[in-house]
């Protein structure tokens, strides 16, 4: 699949994604542009998959009808991210147009844990 990598999420991610054919927003020359303009650009470039940490987006935008699936990460630091790689890998895989799906592969934290 062609997938589309927000710019809140680690540029590492995309060399860690199987087989899919990864961009990133800003190598594709869309950084800054909202959700709904962002969505409609990504569709006409022929992505499938949008993969954002922004878990706001199925609230904002609706996704009705779209060719372009979302699926949301629950974190955006790479060190949580790199543990749920299996997971988000199989969202994408699973993804179907006009889909969203919020995929939980941890939070981060300051707190240390408890010995």
Known sequence: MKVLLDENLPHRLRNHL???????VRYQGLAGLKNGELLRTAE???FEVF?????????????????????????IEWHVIRHGL???QAAIDAATPGSYQAIDCGVFSR???RP
Do not use: C, W
């Open 44 to 46: 006409s470039d022929g």
């Open 86 to 88: 299996l997971t988000v």
């Open 18 to 24: 199987g087989n899919h054919e990864v961009f990133t």
């Open 51 to 75: 993969l954002t940490g922004d878990q706001t987006m199925s609230y904002e935008e609706n996704l009705a009808g779209r060719q372009i699936a979302v699926v949301a990460l629950s974190a």
């Open 111 to 113: 707190k240390l844990p």
